[in-house]
């Protein structure tokens, strides 16, 4: 089976092959402009079958407002804010995202919860927030962004640095699935396609163990099935981590 899941994987890479030239050219850049409308539209659908998991996910959230009564939140790859709906009323909510061409779309949340309130939209990457002073937030979330950084500790090494003593990390990644599975086997022969249709995204990351090497006080993390959800992105882990 590995042999085959190997040869798989080269045809999808020879498939995938203009793409990679387009890459090469510098080209690539332009789809990142594309990206976001389709991101803002899948949105809508993966919230309607992931509403239940993400109330249960950010229900503590509260737990976390600071001896001020506030609740000051960072987002980092915000995408088109698709979590909005699910963060409690008051909260302060800092955007950040290195795709620039999410704001448009970002707004358009922005004007549809206004339960919230928006601190600004930051363009960086999570791997390199210094724009975000040192443990200036109660709570930092991270959905679906893991798969596509360059580096997953440094994120995380981030993101610890700018959450307060005691305050949360929540996160909501698509990982890989068990080796001999035939969601792993899909997951490594797709992964070519997968890296440019997904803006970077890779299946196979074992993020699980990047979040229980990372040095926080407490992990509470769960492997699930993500309910009605493409096939090869069906294993997630989500949760959440205290400083």
């Known amino acids: 089976m590995e042999v085959f899941m190997k040869l798989c994987k080269i045809l999808c890479l020879m498939l995938t092959l203009p793409l990679w030239i387009l890459e090469q050219l510098g080209l690539y850049g ?5 990206f976001p409308f389709l991101a803002y539209n899948i949105t809508f659908s993966y919230n309607d079958k992931m509403h239940k998991v993400k109330r249960n996910l950010f229900r503590n959230i509260h737990n976390f407002t600071n001896k001020d ?7 980092i790859g915000c995408g088109s804010g698709a979590n909005f ?10 955007c950040t995202d290195p795709n620039p061409h999410f704001e448009r779309y970002l707004r358009r949340s922005m004007e549809a919860n206004t339960h919230l309130t928006y601190e600004a939209f930051l ?7 210094t724009g975000v002073a040192d443990q200036s937030m109660d709570v930092v979330v991270c959905t679906l962004v ?9 994120v995380l090494e981030e993101t ?7 305050g949360a990390f929540y996160f909501m990644e698509h990982v890989a699935s068990a080796r ?20 970077g995204c890779v299946t196979t990351r074992e993020t699980w163990k990047d979040l229980e090497a990372a040095g926080f006080s407490s992990l509470h993390l769960s492997h699930v099935e993500a309910p009605q959800v493409t096939y090869t992105i069906r294993p997630h882990v989500l949760g959440w981590a205290v400083k």
Request: glycine share 10%; charged share 20%; aromatic share 16%.
């Open 160 to 166: 610890q640095r700018i959450l307060r003593p005691g």
């Open 180 to 199: 001999g599975s035939w969601t792993f086997f899909f997951q490594y022969a797709l992964q070519p396609a997968w890296y440019y249709l997904g803006d």
């Open 30 to 34: 332009l789809y990142k402009r594309v």
């Open 146 to 154: 893991l798969c596509s950084v360059r580096d997953v500790r440094r």
């Open 69 to 75: 009564h506030t609740l000051r939140l960072l987002e």
């Open 123 to 129: 363009v960086m990457s999570g791997e390199d927030m």
């Open 85 to 94: 709906p699910f963060y409690p009323g008051g909260c302060t909510v800092t």
